[in-house]
Structure formats: C-alpha cells, structure tokens
C-alpha cells in the first residue's frame, strides 16, 4: 500500500525537517494543503510551499492534498501546476477539490458560492492544469455524486476525505460503478488522520469523522488500514499534524507498506 504523509506545517522550519526526514524514510509521497488558516491558525500557502519543497528534496513525490478552486482563477492555478511539475522534475501531484469549509471563505472574505458553483470552477480548474501541463497526474478530493462523475471524466486518482469516512463503502461503490469502463483503473486513496488524542475542537472532529480515523497503538492503526485496503485503497494519506502524529506515521511506515 502506498504511503503519503501530510508533515507537520504549522512553520517552514518545521515542514522542512520533517518533509526531508519523510524523505529519507521512504514515503511514497508528501503533501500539503490548501487553506489560509485552519483550527483558527494561518497556513503556509500551498502553492509557494510545494516550490519549496521541490527545490530541498530530489526523490518524493509532491502533493496537493487539496487545492480549493476558489482561492484563484483557473488560468492562474494552471500556470502554477505546470511552472511547479517542471521545477519538480515531474514530481507533482495536483490534487484538486471543491472547497468546504464555508468559515474559512468567510474569513478571508472569498466568496463560497453554491455547490454547484464550486464543483464547475473545479472542473474548470481542472480543464485548465490540463491544457497548460497534459503531463501531471490529476487528483480528486471530492466524493460527493456530481463530484465522482468528474473523477471518471478527468482523475488519475481519487482520494476519498475524512469527511466522507461514515460513507466510505458507499462511495467506493459509486466510483467502481462510474470508472469500469475505463481502460487505465483510476487509483485510489484516502485521507486517515492519525489520532493520539482527543481533539480540541470538537466541531472539527465531528466533521473529518475522527472517530473513524485512526487511533490506539500500531497494531490498532494497521488494523484500521487492512480494512481500508480491503475495500480496495491501493494508498493512505496519513494524516500527522498533530503532537506526535508525525513519529508515529514513521513507525506505521514499513508495516503499511506491506499491506
């Protein structure tokens, strides 16, 4: 099973030890998001960061666990992709959703808009990474039914989110169904954020279903992912942001590599 970690981001020194220690562990892949502030603290942004990264690290793969359209116009996004798939040396991945968190957009005073509204400026994102970069793989992290028809349309992979964990079977069902006739089988994902603790903030944990993500010991948290490959994940987007999360990621690192 593939294994790629969200790193500890809360600064540029402590991404960049952490990305190179990811490095030299052997992830598949890093990845960073997409938000301006998240559990009420700023964030580096996404697009700048995974310059960065390309530019201290020679071998992992760069993701964007997940780009939200609404933060800028198509075209711009697209110049970024294609201006950062080459600085990687073909090393990106372009995760792209439909943006959620609603509290966000109104803190940093960007417009929402309706669902409808946000899933066509992510197919127009989409369509517009693919005419300025063919090359870069196209990642989906969205998983509601307009949202998978789209990743049938256009995905290299699909990522299913935390917030979609209650529903997990239901939407690896729907997008086997959306995808059998493809000749190239879209990979699949999942975001599991490791929990050592209970959360501070239990709006946040409601909504990612950390109660479905994983917890306890390695044992425990390998079980949890032999589940999820079960239902056909062929990777896990591990995510160690949290006190602690991040060692733990390395320890589980060999054993998820074996499932």
């Known amino acids: 099973m593939r294994a790629l970690v969200f790193p500890p981001a809360h600064d540029w020194t402590m991404l960049r030890v952490a990305t190179l220690e ?23 942004e996404a697009l700048s960061t995974v310059g960065a990264l390309a530019a201290i690290t020679t071998r992992i793969s760069l993701g964007l666990g997940v780009l939200s359209p609404s933060f800028r116009a198509p075209a711009v996004t697209a110049r970024a992709i294609a201006t950062l798939y080459e600085v990687s040396g073909g090393r990106l991945r372009a995760g792209v959703g439909a943006g959620a968190d609603e509290a966000e957009h109104q803190r940093a005073d960007i417009p929402f808009g309706s669902p409808g509204d946000r899933l066509r400026q992510m197919e127009r994102t989409i369509r517009a990474i693919k005419d300025a970069c063919s090359d870069v793989p196209i990642v989906i992290g969205a998983s509601g039914d307009r949202a998978l028809a789209l990743v049938a349309r256009y995905a290299d992979e699909w990522n299913c989110g935390a917030t979609y964990l209650d529903r997990i079977d239901d939407r690896v069902r729907r997008v086997s169904a959306l995808t059998a006739h493809l000749e190239t089988p879209v990979l699949r994902t999942v975001n599991m954020p490791i929990q050592l603790g209970a959360s501070q903030d239990d709006a946040f944990a409601r909504r990612h279903n950390l109660h479905l993500a994983l917890h306890g010991d390695v044992e425990a948290m390998i079980g949890r992912l032999r589940e999820i490959r079960g239902l056909g994940f062929d990777g896990v987007w591990l995510g160690a942001q949290a006190p602690g999360a991040f060692e733990r990621a390395l320890e589980l690192l060999p054993r998820v590599k074996e499932l």
Request: proline fraction near 4%; aromatic fraction near 8%.
């Open 22 to 44: 990811a490095e030299r562990a052997g992830f598949d892949g890093v990845l960073v998001g997409d938000h301006v502030w998240m559990l009420g603290r700023p964030r580096l």
